[in-house]
DNA sequence: AGTCATGCTTACTTTTAAGTAAGTGCCCTA
DNA sequence: TAGGGCACTTACTTAAAAGTAAGCATGACT
């Protein structure tokens, strides 16, 4: 994917490493519903329910590689697996309430077509 | 796409919303670009010289079309089409400015291998 | 022996996003 | 009359992301 000279770090636009990081259809919202408290597996399933085991399983191990979200397995049977912010991934917290508060006005403002916010076209 | 009952806004985390509009392979590197001063569509392309005229095109009228962004067409010859962030798109740049906070810290601690930042593993 | 729950994985298909290359319309200058 | 600059479109191809459906291992419970 990166065949010429310069490096990622080079010409990499910060706000796209966030997207990058956060983008995938279901993150987002996997780490929402990580902000308050660690969950397990079949938690996560029931919270978003249109998510499938395959995607939710996959952004999940994304996130882990990312070291944004930590992954404990308990030896119990059946078995529970919680994931759970990292320390790392809590210094991301501000940044996704900043993106909340911004989404959530935009949201209140327009549910569809997007935005006829502010400027009185 | 949407086929069961409930709204988007009822089941929308505020988070998706904000990628939602980011969302896009050059988004976020044209919306950085117009953080300073408008661009016209020659200018954009050689900021970002590996986009195609087809995507540059397509995403700026995507953020046009998600009133983020304006496009003021100047009838001289040959033609000159300035974009810029709208009024409302400006509501967007304290979101963009700690996202770029946390990219920039984030590139900085990880070239490649993503993250052994804070936690010692 | 059969069923249940959990937390997955695998193989395959469909959908969506992005890229390639060529073409368009305008008027201006040589 | 020919070529050039700007700001795009269009038709087509490729690649990446997401979805579907089924299967698996463990041990407990009945």
Redesign the pocket.
Known sequence: ?ETNAETAAERKCPIETVIQLL????KPLILWHLLDAAK????LEKLIP??????L?????ELEADKLVT?TIYPS?????EYALSDYGKTMVPVLETMCAWGENHNRLSSRPIAQAIAPV
Chains 1, 2 share one sequence.
């Open positions: 994917m983008g995938g259809k279901w397990r597996f079949s938690e249109e998510v499938t085991q395959k995607m399983a996959q952004h999940l191990r992954r049977v059946p078995p529970k697996v």
